[in-house]
């Protein structure tokens, strides 16, 4: 049996690793089809000194044939040598960490905020025998996965820091203090939750309904169970399930979500990192943006098949039975 | 069985909307009697009544009707509106009467800006949505369909492009090679067809497995004929389904990526409009209100079609117990 587990994980490693070649190799087509100069593609609209320009060409081996320049560029990726950014004088590596923290802070909490609020409406609209609650609360989240993300919270400055001045619209904190306020990060938070809410609350509601659909729920209910303690014992947590999936799914989406809210909020984030870089046409750093989310998205794929495999007893007997059979 | 001769079903079917199916009926009817009983009847029938069924829910018909008056204010509106570029009014006025949006701060009538940018957003979200839909029925149809080499390779696609969200890798390309309206349009279909792609992928895959493709076989009609001719009209119907919430996605994530500075500059559609309208919020709500109001609404029209048109399609799927 370990020896199953051991067979599985090493596959999804080795087609985790070719997804983010994958990804690596359309960097590098991307590159190539940019029009224009390739140094000031790769540093954007910036005066670059004669010797850096030599740098460049010898990194990038940009004066040789293209399956040569192909081998340099996986190779300085491969060796987390992302480039250096013109702009902010340091390495685009070290630039991409440090802001991946500030963004942390709006993803996580967002997720975990939309992931709750998420499994409990579900449930709620799964649930009730209220056709009306049900149907306000399906369209609540229609509307929620239909609003643009950034004009949510362009609507949430206008009415929370314009007109009642209760929360700060801009940046992490005050211009006095350092660090991160709480009272910034509400707004930017509920911004970036409430699409991934929505989309939470319809997979839950769909796979509450499937379940109480189930025969161990009439069993459960014929041995006596009232309808709360059917909900909570047997419908929560088998409903659950698909929410695993749909958690690790979502944060990607998360993920880039932040670059609208971040650019709408001027949170220094990796959107904002990236937002900027555009700006600057800076491709290097664009392109080492792209490859964090990529690899970061790989990595909560894995562990949402951990975690399937831990949750869920049946994953577990497949792989045995695969492994036996 | 369905009695119903299929030449009535050529001249009900809408095959306008549905690129794939127009060439099915004519050619059953072409093969004469014997093959009519073979072709499955069901998603020819069901097209026409369920459009019907599908307009009985008076919801459908106000969010349809809101999107075709939007379509039409957006493309025949600005003959009758202001010139959107000219900059002849007060800077910055609220909504009055004479500017029911109010102006921009270069004394723009704004109302004539939102029509003129929602004909960016609407070309964009129709053009990716057919151009999603013409890809995903060949790729995700074969593949589903044929199988092998071709499913695997399109099952690695998908998953790649679900790695990299759609958004920042539009964002990227569109960085990198240039943000005309064309180019946009071409970014966005490349990055969400395969989420249509899987859809028709399995429900080729369904079909393929029915009776009445197992009867064609052996009657002896080529694989190809059978696709188009059974498979594929059958596999539309939950594909239309996220066809039409593409539409809303592609606005929004064309909206979103103006609203980032990427788009056409002299057309600026309704997410370029709220990214000028940032900088003055404090002082001009209604730049930032109507633009995004405009988004919203049309991505809420397209996607409650989507999810009726599921309703009726799957009139169980949904219903509590």
């Not at chain 2, 940018?117 to 995700?140: H, K, N, Y």
């Not at chain 2, 090679?177 to 792609?197: D, E, K, N, R, Y």
């Not at chain 2, 389904?241 to 056409?264: H, K, N, P, Q, W």
């Amino acid at each position: 049996m370990k020896i199953a587990f051991v067979g599985h994980y090493l596959r999804l490693l080795a087609s985790s690793m070719l997804l983010v070649f994958s990804v690596v190799v359309i960097m590098f087509l991307l590159l190539e089809l940019a029009p224009g100069d390739p140094i000031q593609g790769l540093v954007g609209q910036m005066p670059v000194t004669d010797e850096f320009r030599a740098s460049m060409v010898e990194a990038y081996g940009l004066d040789r044939p293209i399956h040569e320049r192909f081998i340099a560029y996986v190779a300085n990726v491969a060796t987390g040598n992302l480039g250096y950014s013109y702009a902010n004088q340091a390495s685009v590596g070290g630039l991409i960490v440090d802001r991946l923290g500030n963004t942390l802070l709006l993803t996580v909490p967002a997720l975990v905020l939309s992931s709750v609020a998420g499994i409990v409406l579900g449930a709620i609209a799964a649930r009730t025998r209220s056709r009306r609650v049900d149907g306000a609360l399906s369209f609540t989240a229609i509307a929620g996965f239909s609003v643009p993300s950034f004009w949510l919270g362009l609507l949430l400055i206008l009415i929370f820091a314009s007109m009642l001045g209760w929360l700060p619209a801009q940046g992490m904190s005050s211009y006095t203090s350092t660090g991160v306020s709480i009272r910034h990060m509400v707004l930017p938070v509920i911004a970036l939750a409430v699409t991934e809410t929505a989309f939470k609350l319809r997979v839950m509601r769909s796979s509450m309904i499937e379940v109480l659909g189930q025969d161990y729920i009439d069993t459960a209910r014929s041995k006596g169970l009232t309808g709360n303690q059917v909900l909570w014992r047997h419908g929560i947590l088998n409903s659950m399930l698909p929410m695993v999936s749909v958690i690790g799914y979502s944060t990607g989406f998360t993920l880039a979500g932040s670059v609208l809210v971040e650019k709408v909020f001027g949170w220094p984030g990796m959107g904002l990192l990236l937002y900027e870089s555009i700006q600057r046409s800076e491709n290097m750093v664009v392109m080492g943006v792209l490859l964090v989310i990529a690899v970061t998205v790989v990595v909560v794929n894995i562990l949402t098949d951990v975690v399937y495999g831990i949750v869920d007893p049946r994953v577990r007997a497949r792989l045995h039975r695969a492994r036996s059979a | 069985m369905s009695t119903t001769p299929t030449s009535r079903q050529v001249e009900t079917g809408d095959g306008a909307e549905r690129p794939a199916h127009a060439e099915s009926p004519r050619a059953v009817a072409a093969t004469g009697d014997g093959a009519v009983s073979l072709s499955p009847p069901a998603a020819r029938r069901t097209s026409n009544s369920l459009l019907r069924r599908f307009f009985r829910r008076p919801m459908a018909v106000v969010f349809a009707a809101f999107l075709v008056a939007t379509a039409v204010a957006c493309f025949v509106g600005p003959f009758f509106a202001h010139p959107p570029n000219a900059a002849r009014f007060e800077v910055l006025q609220g909504p009055s009467a004479a500017h029911p949006m109010g102006t921009d701060p270069l004394g723009r009538d704004l109302l004539a800006r939102v029509l003129a940018g929602g004909q960016v957003s609407l070309i964009v979200g129709i053009s990716v949505a057919v151009l999603c839909l013409t890809i995903a029925i060949v790729v995700g149809g074969f593949a589903g369909y044929y199988g092998g080499l071709a499913d695997t390779l399109l099952m690695k696609v998908a998953e790649l492009f679900q790695v990299v969200p759609a958004i920042i890798l539009a964002l990227v390309v569109a960085a990198m090679l240039g943000s005309s309206m064309t180019m946009i349009i071409f970014i966005l279909s490349f990055t969400m067809w395969p989420q249509v792609a899987r859809i028709v992928r399995v429900e080729s895959m369904k079909v393929a497995e029915l009776g009445y493709v197992e009867s064609a076989r052996t009657v002896g009609f080529g694989s190809l004929r059978i696709f188009f001719s059974d498979v594929l009209p059958n596999a539309m119907p939950p594909v239309l389904v996220a066809t039409t919430m593409t539409v809303g996605r592609a606005i929004l994530l064309e909206s979103g990526l103006a609203f980032l500075g990427l788009g056409d500059a002299n057309t600026p559609s309704w997410g370029a409009l709220l990214n000028t309208a940032q900088s003055h919020i404090q002082t001009a709500w209604w730049l930032t209100f109507f633009p995004g109001l405009a988004i919203f609404l049309v991505v809420l029209s397209t996607n409650m079609l989507g999810d009726m048109l599921n309703d009726t399609l799957n009139p169980t799927l949904s219903r509590v117990k």
